[in-house]
C-alpha cells in the first residue's frame, strides 16, 4: 500500500493503493553475479558520461551539486518538463553559476529516440541503456518520471523532487535547496532522498498551537531529525526514520487523505496535538498518540515505545472516495 498523487511533481492530493515494491520473487539476493554489483552512489555513478563534443569525465563537474534526470521523449509529463530545466540550467548559466551539472538517465526505447530527445540537452547524459540507470533507479527508488534527483558536491542527497523544485523557483533564487529537517507534509512527501511510501515517518500535527509554539515544536522535532534522518542519511542504510509536520488544516489533500486514513477527526482530534508514525512499508501499519505539548520527552517517549514496541499498532485504512 502506499500514498500517491497525479501527475503535478507538486500535488498533495493522496490515495492509497496497492504497494507496488518488489516483492520477494523478484529478490536478486542468491544471484552469483549480486555479490559484484555496485550498492554505493559514487560506485554506481561511475566516471566517464557522454558530452555534446564526446566522453566527459566525472573530475569535470568536482564541487558542484549533480542532478540525474530521469526522463524519456515517449513520456507526455517529461516532455512538459524538459523545456523548464532546461530554461532554468541555461538562465543560471548564463547569470554566471557554474555550480550545477545535470545528467541525464534515458528509458527511452530506442537509441534513436534518445538521440533526438538527448539532443536538445544541454548537459551530460549516460549512454542509452547503460546499466547504471537502472541501477540509480533501484538505489533511488524511481517509481515515474519525470524524476529529478539533486546531489550535494559530497554526493548526499538534497531532494529527489527536483522536479518541484525547478516548478515551484523557475529562477533558481532558493538554489541548492538545503533539506527542511521537518517538512510540512503538504509541501512535499520526501525527505532525505527518502518518500513517505518507503520509510518509518514521524508526521506532527500541530493546528492547535499558535505560531510560536509550532516554531518551537518544530525545533524540538528537528533536534530528532538531525540525528535520525540527516545524519542516517550519510549511511548505506539511511535515515531511521523522517519527519513531517502540519501546521493548518485545508492546505491541500495530503492531511485530509492521512486522518480519513488514520481515522483522526480533523474538527475533534486535532483540537489537540497528535504525534502519528506512518510505517507505510510494514504494510500499510501506523500509531498515533495525542500530546499535550511538543517537548524532547514527549516525542522521545513516542519513539522509544516504538522501538520497544509498547506502542498498539494499527492498519491505514482505504480512502474512502477513491482518487
Known sequence: MEFTGDDSPTSGHLQFTEDKSPTADSDESNSPMAESVPTSFEEILGTTFIGKSGPVE??????????????????????RFTPKLIKYVNDRRAAGH????????????????????????????????????????????????????????????????????????????????????????????????????SKLSLLCLMHSLDAEAQASAKAV???????????????PSGPEMIFFCSLAPGRGGALSAICQMTELDEDTDLKSVQLVLLDIPDSGGYYKCSVPEVTQESVGHFIESYRNKTLQRAQLSRRRGGG
Open 58 to 79: 566525472k573530475s569535470s563537474f568536482a564541487g558542484k551539486h549533480l542532478m540525474i534526470y530521469f526522463s524519456a521523449h515517449w513520456c507526455p509529463p517529461c516532455r
Open 98 to 197: 557554474d555550480d550545477l551539472e545535470v545528467i541525464f538517465a534515458s528509458s527511452d526505447n530506442s537509441e534513436r529516440e534518445f538521440n533526438e530527445y538527448y539532443s536538445d540537452m544541454p548537459w551530460l547524459a549516460f549512454p542509452h541503456k547503460d546499466k547504471r540507470i537502472q541501477q540509480l533507479s533501484s538505489k533511488f527508488q524511481v517509481e515515474g518520471i519525470p524524476t529529478l534527483i539533486l546531489f550535494d558536491p559530497e554526493g548526499n542527497i538534497v531532494t529527489n523532487n527536483g522536479t518541484g523544485c525547478v516548478d515551484r523557483d523557475p529562477e533558481g533564487l532558493k538554489f541548492p535547496y538545503p533539506q527542511d529537517l521537518v517538512v510540512d507534509i503538504e509541501d512535499e512527501l520526501d525527505s532525505f532522498g527518502c518518500n513517505i511510501n
Open 221 to 235: 522535532l528537528a533536534t530528532f531529525a538531525v540525528t535520525l534522518a540527516q545524519e542516517k542519511a550519510k549511511t
